[in-house]
């Protein structure tokens, strides 16, 4: 029983990671479709960094929350 709840947990994981990575690239469309056009790069590279330092905060601070 403890075996299938740890793969369903690791299943639910990798789900909600895939969700947030494809938000992350939706929220980057979206803004850069709010400016103008020789600013979109610009506005995908905020975008990058931020879904990398996310990251590493995340293995920093929050898988540690997330799994004590």
Do not use: H, P
Request: aromatic share 14%.
């Amino acid at each position: 029983m403890e075996e299938m709840v740890s793969q369903i947990f690791g299943i639910w994981y990798l789900i909600g990671a895939a969700l947030v990575f494809f938000m992350q690239a939706g929220f980057a469309m979206v803004e850069a479709g709010f400016t103008r056009a020789k600013n979109a790069g610009n506005i995908i590279m905020k975008n990058l960094m931020d879904f990398c330092l996310g990251t590493v905060a995340f293995l920093i601070l929050g898988y540690s929350l997330l799994c004590g």
